[in-house]
């Protein structure tokens, strides 16, 4: 087997190694393909499909599509930007986001993802779910409300922190993220170190007494949409 | 030629987003060599007394009144713009939506820790504009043609914005002056 594998992403020729996915060896290149479920570090979970790209004019997700000689792939154009701000618009719809006061506002991967893909308001009727907090822990909670079920927190405590805290439970509409615990975030052994908090790219799992530190224009996508870092070569080259 | 008319109004909102309007700072003064203000709250005139090309709504719809509001200023305005994040999510008001109209009704006028309400009723006056069910984005009422979202949107939004239609250009706002915060 050769040690690098040629493929084209958006008529750009692209080298990558055996055994990369898509969104890694693109990555690798400069090329952001937008995510949301996927994180660093930890297994790709394929779930949110923000990062589907057409691989020979079928769609895949390209956080778990390995690349594979002379494939063409598709990824920055209006079609898929459209339907990634569908799926975006469905995310902001079925549950209650609240941007202008959220602490995670400014720092936030679904609310940088809107900004990216230019998106003013959502085309769907908002649903306003009635969803729980979990303010129990002294030093960490859980919003519901701000929750898109990407299930980074659960791969996080599982894989990374070892502790197994949080679960998905319930199907459909009813599907929310639970502690594995006898009743609250309180009674589990999190600790503000985990990785899972910081995998959340959302406001549902976040630190106490920590909101609103960064001011106004000093966060994170103020100023440059996300994946600006990875298209100006900054970011680290996903080589996991 | 008659210059351009623009309208305003504050449904469900805190007058935040007009805050926002003035703080275009000495540009109200070419703001108002470009157009006339019809019907709003900064020149206080009531009711619309003509054909207005832009209509800016603060606010979403949490009562009757606002849904009349809204309504005619769709009648009245060639193109419409919410402004700010409650014309276009609900906002703050929204966040009664998740409680049933009548626990928020008993919560602020019954059972609240300092309510002091010796009558013990709701008010039910036909004066009063009935609550709606929740609150609705003003799309979720009428034809909306642009959204400046913010909270409030910086007045470099609205004043670009207001720009570009008044000249017939697109609306392109740079990358930072469209944020929801």
Not at chain 1, 36 to 57: A, D, F, K, M, Q
Not at chain 2, 121 to 127: F, M, V
Request: hydrophobic letters at 35%; glycine letters at 8%; aromatic letters at 6%.
């Amino acid at each position: 087997m050769s040690a690098t594998i040629d493929f084209i992403i958006d008529d750009k020729e692209i080298q990558g190694r055996p055994g990369q996915t898509i969104l890694e060896a693109a990555q690798q290149n400069g090329i952001y393909i937008p995510r949301l479920c996927y994180r660093e570090g930890l297994v790709p979970h394929g779930s949110c499909r923000i990062c589907t790209v057409l691989v020979n004019g079928r769609p895949q997700s390209a956080c778990t599509q390995p690349i594979a000689p002379g494939m063409i792939v598709e990824n920055d154009t209006e079609k898929m930007n459209g339907l990634r701000r569908n799926i975006i618009d469905m995310l902001f719809v079925e549950g209650n986001h609240f941007c202008m006061f959220c602490e995670k506002s400014g720092n936030c991967e679904l609310q940088a993802l809107a900004y990216r893909l230019g998106i003013t308001a959502p085309k769907y009727p908002y649903m306003f779910p009635k969803r729980d907090v979990d303010a129990t822990h002294p030093d960490i909670f859980i919003d519901r409300n701000r929750c898109i079920l990407c299930g980074r927190c659960v791969r996080a405590s599982r894989d990374v922190d070892g502790k197994h805290i949080f679960e998905f439970v319930g199907r459909g509409p009813h599907k929310r993220v639970e502690v594995n615990a006898e009743a609250n975030l309180a009674d589990t052994d999190i600790s503000m170190t985990d990785e899972a908090v910081e995998a959340c790219p959302v406001g549902a799992l976040l630190k106490k007494r920590v909101g609103y530190a960064v001011p106004i224009g000093q966060r994170l996508y103020d100023h440059k949409p996300i994946g600006s870092d990875i298209e100006s070569g900054v970011a680290p080259a996903s080589s996991r | 030629m008659a210059k351009p008319k623009i309208a305003t109004t504050s449904l469900a909102g805190c007058f935040g987003c007009h805050m926002s309007l003035l703080d275009i700072d000495d540009r109200i003064l070419k703001l108002i060599e470009l157009v006339d203000f019809d019907k709003s709250p900064i020149d206080d005139i009531k009711e619309f007394t003509g054909r207005c090309t832009v209509g800016l709504i603060e606010g979403g719809c949490a009562n009757e009144e606002n849904v009349k509001v809204l309504q005619d200023f769709r009648r009245h305005c060639d193109i419409l713009i919410s402004v700010g994040d409650c014309a276009i999510n609900g906002g703050i008001p929204a966040l009664r939506n998740t409680i049933p109209i009548k626990e928020c009704l008993e919560e602020a006028y019954l059972n609240g820790p300092t309510v002091h309400n010796p009558s013990g009723k709701i008010p039910g006056d036909p004066e009063i504009p009935l609550m709606l069910d929740r609150v609705y984005p003003c799309h979720e009422v009428v034809k909306i043609d642009y959204h400046l979202p913010g909270c409030p949107p910086p007045a470099d939004t609205i004043w670009e914005a207001l720009v570009a239609l008044l000249s017939d250009k697109p609306i392109e706002l740079p990358y930072e002056l469209v944020k929801y915060d």
